[in-house]
Protein backbone atom coordinates (compact mmCIF):
# COMPACT_ATOMS: atom_id res chain seq x y z
CA UNK A 1 0.00 0.00 0.00
CA UNK A 2 1.69 3.23 -0.96
CA UNK A 3 0.81 5.66 1.96
CA UNK A 4 0.87 9.42 1.29
CA UNK A 5 2.97 11.19 3.90
CA UNK A 6 4.50 14.71 2.52
CA UNK A 7 2.75 17.68 1.62
CA UNK A 8 3.10 17.68 -2.15
CA UNK A 9 4.54 21.02 -3.40
CA UNK A 10 2.57 23.18 -6.13
CA UNK A 11 4.94 26.13 -7.32
CA UNK A 12 1.79 28.15 -7.85
CA UNK A 13 -0.34 27.21 -4.65
CA UNK A 14 1.04 27.76 -1.16
CA UNK A 15 0.42 24.97 1.06
CA UNK A 16 -1.53 28.27 3.64
CA UNK A 17 -3.88 28.79 0.59
CA UNK A 18 -5.08 24.98 0.03
CA UNK A 19 -7.55 24.50 2.37
CA UNK A 20 -8.34 21.24 4.84
CA UNK A 21 -11.34 19.85 5.37
CA UNK A 22 -10.90 18.73 8.88
CA UNK A 23 -10.58 21.95 10.05
CA UNK A 24 -13.04 24.11 7.74
CA UNK A 25 -16.23 25.71 9.66
CA UNK A 26 -18.77 23.70 7.22
CA UNK A 27 -17.13 20.28 7.96
CA UNK A 28 -17.23 21.26 11.55
CA UNK A 29 -20.92 21.87 11.75
CA UNK A 30 -22.10 18.55 9.49
CA UNK A 31 -19.82 16.60 11.37
CA UNK A 32 -21.69 18.11 15.01
CA UNK A 33 -25.10 17.77 12.79
CA UNK A 34 -23.67 13.72 12.77
CA UNK A 35 -22.45 14.06 16.61
CA UNK A 36 -18.84 13.44 15.65
CA UNK A 37 -17.51 16.74 16.15
CA UNK A 38 -14.84 15.29 19.09
CA UNK A 39 -14.15 12.29 17.29
CA UNK A 40 -11.37 10.54 15.73
CA UNK A 41 -13.50 8.11 13.43
CA UNK A 42 -16.68 8.76 11.67
CA UNK A 43 -19.74 7.53 12.17
CA UNK A 44 -23.36 7.83 11.41
CA UNK A 45 -26.15 7.19 13.91
CA UNK A 46 -23.50 5.54 16.29
CA UNK A 47 -21.68 3.10 13.69
CA UNK A 48 -18.38 3.62 12.19
CA UNK A 49 -18.06 4.20 8.66
CA UNK A 50 -15.15 2.58 7.88
CA UNK A 51 -16.93 -0.68 9.52
CA UNK A 52 -20.04 0.11 7.94
CA UNK A 53 -18.58 0.22 4.53
CA UNK A 54 -16.58 -2.81 5.35
CA UNK A 55 -20.07 -4.43 5.51
CA UNK A 56 -21.79 -3.30 2.93
CA UNK A 57 -19.65 -3.08 0.29
CA UNK A 58 -17.67 0.47 -1.36
CA UNK A 59 -19.08 2.84 -2.17
CA UNK A 60 -21.67 3.48 -0.03
CA UNK A 61 -24.87 6.04 0.96
CA UNK A 62 -25.10 6.09 4.30
CA UNK A 63 -28.21 8.10 6.65
CA UNK A 64 -28.76 8.72 9.96
CA UNK A 65 -32.59 8.48 10.77
CA UNK A 66 -31.66 10.23 14.07
CA UNK A 67 -30.16 13.16 12.67
CA UNK A 68 -32.92 13.45 10.43
CA UNK A 69 -35.59 13.72 12.88
CA UNK A 70 -33.40 15.86 14.74
CA UNK A 71 -33.60 17.99 11.82
CA UNK A 72 -37.36 17.86 11.50
CA UNK A 73 -38.35 18.84 15.26
CA UNK A 74 -35.32 21.90 14.60
CA UNK A 75 -37.72 23.07 11.94
CA UNK A 76 -40.74 22.77 13.28
CA UNK A 77 -40.02 24.46 16.36
CA UNK A 78 -38.22 27.32 14.57
CA UNK A 79 -41.25 27.60 11.71
CA UNK A 80 -44.22 27.64 14.62
CA UNK A 81 -46.99 25.09 14.65
CA UNK A 82 -48.73 27.22 11.66
CA UNK A 83 -47.09 25.79 8.97
CA UNK A 84 -47.01 22.59 7.55
CA UNK A 85 -43.93 21.25 6.23
CA UNK A 86 -43.90 19.57 2.95
CA UNK A 87 -40.90 17.59 1.72
CA UNK A 88 -39.40 17.77 -1.34
CA UNK A 89 -39.30 14.73 -2.41
CA UNK A 90 -36.39 15.00 -5.30
CA UNK A 91 -34.02 15.92 -2.50
CA UNK A 92 -33.88 12.37 -1.84
CA UNK A 93 -36.23 9.73 -3.40
CA UNK A 94 -35.37 7.21 -1.43
CA UNK A 95 -38.32 5.35 0.43
CA UNK A 96 -37.17 4.45 3.91
CA UNK A 97 -36.18 8.29 4.20
CA UNK A 98 -39.67 9.62 2.38
CA UNK A 99 -41.52 7.43 4.86
CA UNK A 100 -39.55 8.61 7.90
CA UNK A 101 -40.12 12.34 7.19
CA UNK A 102 -43.62 11.30 7.12
CA UNK A 103 -43.69 9.55 10.46
CA UNK A 104 -42.11 13.21 11.49
CA UNK A 105 -45.12 15.25 10.54
CA UNK A 106 -43.71 16.35 7.15
CA UNK A 107 -46.18 15.87 4.01
CA UNK A 108 -44.66 15.86 0.41
CA UNK A 109 -44.53 17.81 -2.43
CA UNK A 110 -43.58 15.40 -6.02
CA UNK A 111 -42.20 16.49 -9.36
CA UNK A 112 -43.22 13.32 -11.26
CA UNK A 113 -45.12 10.33 -11.80
CA UNK A 114 -42.00 7.99 -10.01
CA UNK A 115 -42.40 10.60 -7.20
CA UNK A 116 -45.95 9.98 -6.76
CA UNK A 117 -45.22 6.11 -6.22
CA UNK A 118 -42.49 6.84 -3.91
CA UNK A 119 -44.76 9.35 -1.48
CA UNK A 120 -47.88 6.50 -1.84
CA UNK A 121 -45.39 4.01 -0.96
CA UNK A 122 -44.21 5.88 1.60
CA UNK A 123 -47.77 6.21 3.17
CA UNK A 124 -48.37 9.44 2.01
CA UNK A 125 -52.52 10.25 0.98
CA UNK A 126 -52.80 10.87 -2.37
CA UNK A 127 -55.47 13.95 -1.05
CA UNK A 128 -52.38 15.65 0.72
CA UNK A 129 -49.80 15.73 -1.53
CA UNK A 130 -48.82 18.90 -3.99
CA UNK A 131 -47.05 18.53 -7.62
CA UNK A 132 -45.12 20.90 -8.60
CA UNK A 133 -43.19 21.04 -12.46
CA UNK A 134 -42.68 23.03 -15.17
CA UNK A 135 -43.52 20.74 -17.71
CA UNK A 136 -46.40 18.54 -16.19
CA UNK A 137 -47.40 16.06 -19.65
CA UNK A 138 -51.30 15.77 -19.96
CA UNK A 139 -50.51 11.73 -18.90
CA UNK A 140 -48.60 12.69 -15.97
CA UNK A 141 -52.06 15.11 -15.15
CA UNK A 142 -54.21 12.85 -15.74
CA UNK A 143 -52.86 9.77 -13.81
CA UNK A 144 -52.29 12.35 -10.39
CA UNK A 145 -55.89 13.30 -10.99
CA UNK A 146 -56.84 9.16 -10.78
CA UNK A 147 -54.69 8.96 -8.09
CA UNK A 148 -57.00 11.74 -6.05
CA UNK A 149 -53.97 13.85 -6.28
CA UNK A 150 -54.70 16.90 -3.60
CA UNK A 151 -53.25 19.89 -5.43
CA UNK A 152 -51.46 21.14 -8.99
CA UNK A 153 -49.11 23.80 -8.39
CA UNK A 154 -49.85 25.22 -11.93
CA UNK A 155 -47.57 27.02 -13.80
CA UNK A 156 -49.23 28.42 -17.18
CA UNK A 157 -52.28 29.20 -18.76
CA UNK A 158 -52.09 26.13 -20.48
CA UNK A 159 -51.51 23.92 -17.91
CA UNK A 160 -54.60 25.33 -16.12
CA UNK A 161 -56.49 24.52 -19.42
CA UNK A 162 -55.07 20.86 -19.83
CA UNK A 163 -55.74 20.39 -16.45
CA UNK A 164 -59.51 21.59 -17.05
CA UNK A 165 -60.12 19.45 -19.43
CA UNK A 166 -58.73 16.45 -18.00
CA UNK A 167 -60.63 16.87 -14.52
CA UNK A 168 -63.91 17.54 -16.62
CA UNK A 169 -63.29 14.69 -18.64
CA UNK A 170 -62.71 12.24 -14.85
CA UNK A 171 -65.26 13.98 -13.23
CA UNK A 172 -63.48 15.18 -10.95
CA UNK A 173 -62.38 18.49 -9.31
CA UNK A 174 -59.04 19.43 -9.71
CA UNK A 175 -56.99 21.45 -6.36
CA UNK A 176 -54.91 24.62 -8.06
CA UNK A 177 -52.27 26.53 -7.02
CA UNK A 178 -50.62 28.68 -8.89
CA UNK A 179 -47.31 28.67 -8.73
CA UNK A 180 -46.00 32.93 -8.85
CA UNK A 181 -42.72 33.96 -10.16
CA UNK A 182 -41.88 36.79 -7.61
CA UNK A 183 -40.36 39.31 -9.79
CA UNK A 184 -38.57 40.92 -6.61
CA UNK A 185 -34.62 40.56 -6.97
CA UNK A 186 -33.85 40.43 -3.07
CA UNK A 187 -34.95 36.94 -3.22
CA UNK A 188 -31.97 34.93 -1.82
CA UNK A 189 -30.78 31.24 -3.43
CA UNK A 190 -27.47 30.57 -5.01
CA UNK A 191 -29.43 28.98 -7.87
CA UNK A 192 -32.37 31.12 -8.07
CA UNK A 193 -35.34 30.23 -9.81
CA UNK A 194 -37.64 33.53 -9.61
CA UNK A 195 -37.73 36.73 -11.05
CA UNK A 196 -37.11 38.87 -14.26
CA UNK A 197 -36.95 36.05 -17.47
CA UNK A 198 -37.15 32.60 -14.87
CA UNK A 199 -38.89 29.66 -16.95
CA UNK A 200 -40.37 28.89 -13.27
CA UNK A 201 -43.98 29.84 -12.16
CA UNK A 202 -46.51 32.72 -13.78
CA UNK A 203 -45.52 36.19 -13.63
CA UNK A 204 -47.07 38.34 -10.91
CA UNK A 205 -48.69 40.39 -13.18
CA UNK A 206 -50.52 37.60 -15.14
CA UNK A 207 -51.44 35.74 -11.99
CA UNK A 208 -55.19 37.86 -11.62
CA UNK A 209 -56.28 36.65 -14.75
CA UNK A 210 -55.57 33.28 -13.91
CA UNK A 211 -56.98 33.33 -10.70
CA UNK A 212 -60.18 34.47 -12.25
CA UNK A 213 -60.27 31.96 -14.32
CA UNK A 214 -60.03 29.44 -12.24
CA UNK A 215 -62.16 30.36 -9.69
CA UNK A 216 -64.82 30.38 -12.33
CA UNK A 217 -64.10 26.68 -13.72
CA UNK A 218 -66.17 24.42 -12.13
CA UNK A 219 -63.64 21.63 -12.69
CA UNK A 220 -60.91 23.46 -11.15
CA UNK A 221 -60.76 23.74 -6.83
CA UNK A 222 -59.03 27.19 -6.31
CA UNK A 223 -56.57 26.36 -2.90
CA UNK A 224 -54.49 29.11 -2.97
CA UNK A 225 -50.43 30.49 -4.01
CA UNK A 226 -47.06 29.02 -4.17
CA UNK A 227 -44.14 30.25 -4.49
CA UNK A 228 -39.83 28.79 -4.85
CA UNK A 229 -37.44 31.63 -5.62
CA UNK A 230 -34.49 29.62 -5.37
CA UNK A 231 -32.34 26.68 -3.73
CA UNK A 232 -29.22 27.17 -1.43
CA UNK A 233 -30.41 29.91 0.16
CA UNK A 234 -28.19 30.97 3.05
CA UNK A 235 -30.03 34.55 3.78
CA UNK A 236 -32.87 34.00 6.25
CA UNK A 237 -34.04 37.53 5.61
CA UNK A 238 -34.29 36.87 1.91
CA UNK A 239 -36.61 33.67 2.56
CA UNK A 240 -38.89 35.96 4.91
CA UNK A 241 -38.59 39.11 2.24
CA UNK A 242 -39.46 36.50 -0.04
CA UNK A 243 -43.14 34.96 2.01
CA UNK A 244 -43.73 38.12 2.86
CA UNK A 245 -44.43 39.41 -0.66
CA UNK A 246 -46.32 35.84 -1.52
CA UNK A 247 -48.39 37.12 1.78
CA UNK A 248 -49.27 40.47 0.76
CA UNK A 249 -49.68 39.34 -3.00
CA UNK A 250 -52.39 37.08 -1.30
CA UNK A 251 -54.07 39.57 0.22
CA UNK A 252 -54.09 41.93 -1.68
CA UNK A 253 -55.44 39.10 -5.08
CA UNK A 254 -58.41 38.50 -2.22
CA UNK A 255 -59.21 42.17 -1.77
CA UNK A 256 -59.54 42.97 -5.82
CA UNK A 257 -60.44 39.51 -7.00
CA UNK A 258 -63.11 38.51 -4.54
CA UNK A 259 -60.87 35.16 -4.31
CA UNK A 260 -60.14 32.93 -1.46
CA UNK A 261 -56.30 31.81 -1.03
CA UNK A 262 -56.58 29.03 1.67
CA UNK A 263 -53.44 27.82 0.80
CA UNK A 264 -50.27 29.90 0.94
CA UNK A 265 -47.08 27.76 0.36
CA UNK A 266 -44.09 29.69 0.83
CA UNK A 267 -41.50 27.86 -0.77
CA UNK A 268 -38.26 26.67 0.98
CA UNK A 269 -35.02 25.93 -0.66
CA UNK A 270 -32.77 26.98 2.53
CA UNK A 271 -29.45 26.31 1.84
CA UNK A 272 -26.43 23.48 3.77
CA UNK A 273 -22.89 23.32 3.73
CA UNK A 274 -21.83 21.55 0.71
CA UNK A 275 -18.54 22.70 -0.35
CA UNK A 276 -15.41 24.62 1.84
CA UNK A 277 -16.14 27.77 3.03
CA UNK A 278 -19.79 27.41 2.81
CA UNK A 279 -21.91 29.64 5.57
CA UNK A 280 -24.94 28.08 7.44
CA UNK A 281 -28.83 28.92 7.09
CA UNK A 282 -29.98 30.74 10.25
CA UNK A 283 -33.00 28.95 10.31
CA UNK A 284 -34.06 30.20 13.95
CA UNK A 285 -33.77 33.74 12.87
CA UNK A 286 -35.67 32.44 9.63
CA UNK A 287 -38.45 31.48 12.23
CA UNK A 288 -38.33 34.63 14.51
CA UNK A 289 -38.67 36.83 11.00
CA UNK A 290 -41.67 34.77 9.37
CA UNK A 291 -43.70 34.98 12.85
CA UNK A 292 -44.95 38.78 12.72
CA UNK A 293 -45.09 38.10 9.10
CA UNK A 294 -47.98 35.32 9.25
CA UNK A 295 -49.81 37.31 12.41
CA UNK A 296 -49.51 40.22 10.16
CA UNK A 297 -51.34 38.33 7.15
CA UNK A 298 -53.46 35.08 9.31
CA UNK A 299 -56.67 34.69 8.78
CA UNK A 300 -58.62 31.90 9.86
CA UNK A 301 -59.12 29.80 6.47
CA UNK A 302 -55.31 30.38 5.84
CA UNK A 303 -53.05 27.21 6.01
CA UNK A 304 -49.31 27.90 5.25
CA UNK A 305 -46.64 25.57 3.84
CA UNK A 306 -43.12 25.86 3.36
CA UNK A 307 -41.39 22.85 1.07
CA UNK A 308 -38.12 21.93 2.08
CA UNK A 309 -35.71 19.20 0.15
CA UNK A 310 -32.04 19.60 1.14
CA UNK A 311 -32.28 21.18 4.67
CA UNK A 312 -33.94 18.18 5.82
CA UNK A 313 -31.83 15.13 5.27
CA UNK A 314 -28.31 16.35 3.59
CA UNK A 315 -26.51 16.45 6.32
CA UNK A 316 -27.92 13.53 7.84
CA UNK A 317 -26.39 11.96 4.66
CA UNK A 318 -22.51 10.87 3.89
CA UNK A 319 -21.31 9.27 0.90
CA UNK A 320 -18.16 6.61 1.70
CA UNK A 321 -15.71 5.60 -1.14
CA UNK A 322 -12.56 3.77 -0.83
CA UNK A 323 -8.85 4.54 -1.97
CA UNK A 324 -8.32 2.16 -4.57
CA UNK A 325 -5.03 4.16 -6.04
CA UNK A 326 -2.63 6.79 -5.05
CA UNK A 327 0.11 7.89 -7.44
CA UNK A 328 1.96 11.30 -7.69
CA UNK A 329 1.62 13.08 -11.08
CA UNK A 330 3.83 16.75 -11.56
CA UNK A 331 4.01 16.99 -8.04
CA UNK A 332 0.73 16.36 -7.19
CA UNK A 333 -0.66 13.49 -5.07
CA UNK A 334 -3.75 11.44 -6.84
CA UNK A 335 -6.02 9.64 -4.60
CA UNK A 336 -8.36 7.87 -7.54
CA UNK A 337 -11.64 6.59 -5.76
CA UNK A 338 -14.07 3.68 -6.47
CA UNK A 339 -16.57 6.28 -5.92
CA UNK A 340 -17.14 9.87 -7.57
CA UNK A 341 -19.09 11.89 -10.11
CA UNK A 342 -21.56 9.06 -11.38
CA UNK A 343 -22.68 8.76 -7.81
CA UNK A 344 -22.57 12.07 -6.24
CA UNK A 345 -22.54 14.71 -8.37
CA UNK A 346 -22.93 17.70 -6.15
CA UNK A 347 -19.83 16.92 -4.40
CA UNK A 348 -18.05 16.99 -7.77
CA UNK A 349 -19.09 20.59 -8.56
CA UNK A 350 -22.62 19.68 -10.70
CA UNK A 351 -24.35 22.43 -10.81
CA UNK A 352 -22.79 25.07 -9.34
CA UNK A 353 -20.89 27.58 -11.53
CA UNK A 354 -17.76 28.29 -9.56
CA UNK A 355 -15.99 24.52 -8.64
CA UNK A 356 -14.65 24.32 -4.91
CA UNK A 357 -13.80 21.30 -2.97
CA UNK A 358 -16.46 19.12 -1.48
CA UNK A 359 -16.76 18.16 2.07
CA UNK A 360 -14.54 15.25 1.81
CA UNK A 361 -13.11 14.07 5.43
CA UNK A 362 -11.01 10.59 5.82
CA UNK A 363 -13.60 8.85 7.66
CA UNK A 364 -10.37 7.60 10.04
CA UNK A 365 -9.10 10.95 11.02
CA UNK A 366 -11.40 13.45 11.66
CA UNK A 367 -8.87 15.11 14.29
CA UNK A 368 -5.71 14.39 12.78
CA UNK A 369 -3.78 17.47 11.07
CA UNK A 370 -2.91 17.53 7.52
CA UNK A 371 -0.21 15.08 6.21
CA UNK A 372 -0.73 15.73 2.26
CA UNK A 373 -1.96 18.04 -0.49
CA UNK A 374 -3.90 16.10 -2.67
CA UNK A 375 -6.58 15.67 -5.54
CA UNK A 376 -9.56 13.56 -4.58
CA UNK A 377 -11.08 11.87 -8.17
CA UNK A 378 -13.06 8.59 -9.29
CA UNK A 379 -13.07 6.43 -11.19
CA UNK A 380 -14.38 8.06 -14.59
CA UNK A 381 -12.70 9.07 -17.30
CA UNK A 382 -13.54 12.28 -17.42
CA UNK A 383 -11.74 15.64 -15.61
CA UNK A 384 -15.02 16.73 -14.15
CA UNK A 385 -15.01 13.62 -11.88
CA UNK A 386 -13.04 14.98 -9.13
CA UNK A 387 -14.25 16.10 -5.46
CA UNK A 388 -11.34 18.12 -4.75
CA UNK A 389 -8.35 19.86 -6.94
CA UNK A 390 -6.23 20.42 -4.01
CA UNK A 391 -6.58 19.77 -0.33
CA UNK A 392 -4.77 19.01 2.65
CA UNK A 393 -5.60 15.83 4.41
CA UNK A 394 -4.00 13.15 7.35
CA UNK A 395 -1.94 10.58 5.65
CA UNK A 396 -4.02 8.50 3.21
CA UNK A 397 -3.64 4.79 2.01
CA UNK A 398 -4.99 2.74 -0.25
CA UNK A 399 -7.61 0.91 1.02
CA UNK A 400 -8.57 4.20 3.33
CA UNK A 401 -12.33 5.52 3.23
CA UNK A 402 -13.19 8.42 2.40
CA UNK A 403 -16.33 10.30 3.28
CA UNK A 404 -18.14 13.16 1.24
CA UNK A 405 -20.34 14.89 4.26
CA UNK A 406 -23.93 16.76 3.66
CA UNK A 407 -24.37 13.97 0.98
CA UNK A 408 -28.10 13.31 2.25
CA UNK A 409 -29.55 14.75 -0.32
CA UNK A 410 -29.19 15.49 -4.76
CA UNK A 411 -27.13 12.49 -4.38
CA UNK A 412 -27.90 9.14 -6.65
CA UNK A 413 -30.94 10.56 -8.10
CA UNK A 414 -28.84 14.03 -9.08
CA UNK A 415 -26.12 11.96 -10.43
CA UNK A 416 -24.98 10.39 -14.01
CA UNK A 417 -25.15 6.95 -13.05
CA UNK A 418 -25.31 5.47 -16.55
CA UNK A 419 -22.20 7.11 -17.40
CA UNK A 420 -19.31 4.25 -17.69
CA UNK A 421 -21.64 1.63 -16.56
CA UNK A 422 -20.29 1.39 -13.03
CA UNK A 423 -23.22 -0.26 -10.36
CA UNK A 424 -25.05 2.02 -7.85
CA UNK A 425 -23.94 1.88 -4.47
CA UNK A 426 -26.65 0.49 -1.54
CA UNK A 427 -27.75 2.98 0.75
CA UNK A 428 -27.87 1.86 4.08
CA UNK A 429 -30.19 3.61 6.89
CA UNK A 430 -28.37 3.36 10.42
CA UNK A 431 -31.54 3.79 13.23
CA UNK A 432 -31.66 2.53 16.73
CA UNK A 433 -28.07 1.21 16.38
CA UNK A 434 -29.14 -0.97 13.46
CA UNK A 435 -27.94 -0.64 10.05
CA UNK A 436 -30.26 -1.73 7.12
CA UNK A 437 -30.08 -1.63 3.72
CA UNK A 438 -32.93 0.61 2.23
CA UNK A 439 -31.47 0.59 -1.77
CA UNK A 440 -29.56 -2.89 -3.12
CA UNK A 441 -26.43 -2.02 -4.66
CA UNK A 442 -26.73 -1.91 -8.34
CA UNK A 443 -24.62 -4.64 -10.82
CA UNK A 444 -22.88 -4.82 -14.00
CA UNK A 445 -25.29 -6.25 -15.44
CA UNK A 446 -27.68 -3.18 -14.79
CA UNK A 447 -25.65 -2.01 -18.36
CA UNK A 448 -27.50 -3.98 -20.23
CA UNK A 449 -31.08 -3.32 -18.62
CA UNK A 450 -33.96 -2.87 -21.34
CA UNK A 451 -31.08 -3.18 -24.23
CA UNK A 452 -31.57 -4.88 -27.51
CA UNK A 453 -29.00 -6.23 -30.34
C1 LIG B 1 -40.37 23.75 -6.62
C2 LIG B 1 -39.30 23.24 -5.73
N1 LIG B 1 -39.58 22.99 -4.45
C3 LIG B 1 -38.64 22.51 -3.60
C4 LIG B 1 -37.35 22.27 -4.03
C5 LIG B 1 -36.37 21.73 -3.04
O1 LIG B 1 -35.29 22.56 -2.88
P1 LIG B 1 -34.23 22.32 -1.71
O2 LIG B 1 -33.78 20.92 -1.81
O3 LIG B 1 -33.17 23.30 -2.00
O4 LIG B 1 -34.93 22.58 -0.43
C6 LIG B 1 -37.01 22.53 -5.36
C7 LIG B 1 -35.64 22.29 -5.85
O5 LIG B 1 -35.27 22.57 -6.94
C8 LIG B 1 -38.01 23.01 -6.24
O6 LIG B 1 -37.75 23.25 -7.53
Given at each position: ????????????????????????????????????????????????????????????????ADAIRRRAALVHAALGPRVALLFSIKANPNLAITRLLRECGIGAEIASLGELEVALAAGHAAAALRFAGPGKTDAELTTALQSGLGCVHVE????????????????????????????????????????????FGVDQDQVPELLT???????????????????????????????????????????????????????????????????????DRAGLLLQPVLDHHDAPHRRYFVELGRYLTAEAGVYASTIVRTKTNGGRLHLALD??????????????????????????????????????????CTPQDQFADAVQLPPCAEGDVLAVLSAGAYGLSYSPIGFLGHPTPAEVLIDGGAARIVRARGTALDALRGQRP
Amino acid sequence: MAAVAAIAHDPLVSATDIPTPQSDAAVRAVLRVLHCEDREELTIGGLAVRSLVHEFGSPLYLFDADAIRRRAALVHAALGPRVALLFSIKANPNLAITRLLRECGIGAEIASLGELEVALAAGHAAAALRFAGPGKTDAELTTALQSGLGCVHVESASEVAALSRIARSLGRRAGVAVRVNLTSKALGGRLRMAGSGARFGVDQDQVPELLTAIAGNDALQLRGLHAYNGTQCFDANAFVHGASLLCELAAAFERKLSVRLSELDLGGGFGVPTYLGDPQFDLDRAGLLLQPVLDHHDAPHRRYFVELGRYLTAEAGVYASTIVRTKTNGGRLHLALDGGLHHCAVAAGSGSVLRRPGLVVHASALQQPAAATVAIGGPLCTPQDQFADAVQLPPCAEGDVLAVLSAGAYGLSYSPIGFLGHPTPAEVLIDGGAARIVRARGTALDALRGQRP
